[in-house]
């Protein structure tokens, strides 16, 4: 069995009345985080994860903020579209772990919604996936509520 690790980051800036998704999850908050997609900075630190293990470069490649197709789009569908580009290589996820940095809102009570949306789209069990979160001791651009971040690894395996 040949096993493979991959680390995965994404920051995405929070603006003032905007729509907040984390995990596949939509917060009630004042920010939320601002970019081309649904701006979900747990998916895309998850799809560079995998990605990076799998080889096949990062999330920006596949998926470029400047094509039209991804403006807006769930990043429920980018982790979906990752899946399958590890599944035709011949790559099974053996798990996530991941780690999001952020002041406000509280992260804690999402969780396990956030695992169980992952776990449903890409065919996984839910003790596979780890979610995590810490805040940034109102330190810096996250601890101002500038900014969000998230932090993933993952090992994938082929049989």
């Known amino acids: 069995m040949k096993i493979k690790v991959g680390f995965g980051f994404d920051v ?5 009345n905007h729509p907040f998704v984390i995990g596949g ?15 979900d900075v747990l998916l895309h ?3 560079d994860a995998l990605l990076g293990a799998a080889n096949l470069r990062d999330i ?5 903020n400047t ?3 991804w403006k807006g789009i769930s990043s429920m569908i980018l982790l979906q579209e990752t899946v399958k580009l590890l599944q035709e290589k011949g790559w099974q996820i053996g798990n996530i772990d991941a780690m999001l940095c952020l002041e406000a809102p509280k992260i804690n009570p999402h969780i396990p919604q956030m695992q169980a949306n992952i776990a449903g789209a890409i065919a996984m069990d839910v003790e596979d996936i780890s979610i995590k979160a810490t805040t940034n001791e109102q330190m810096g651009f996250i601890g101002r509520e500038e900014g969000v971040v998230a932090y993933a690894v993952c090992l994938i395996q082929k049989p």
């Open 67 to 69: 094509d039209p197709r």
């Open 25 to 39: 999850v939509n917060l009630a908050h004042h920010k939320g985080a601002y970019g081309h997609s649904d701006a």
């Open 60 to 64: 920006g490649f596949h998926f470029k």
């Open 12 to 16: 995405h800036q929070l603006k003032d």
């Open 45 to 47: 630190a998850i799809c």
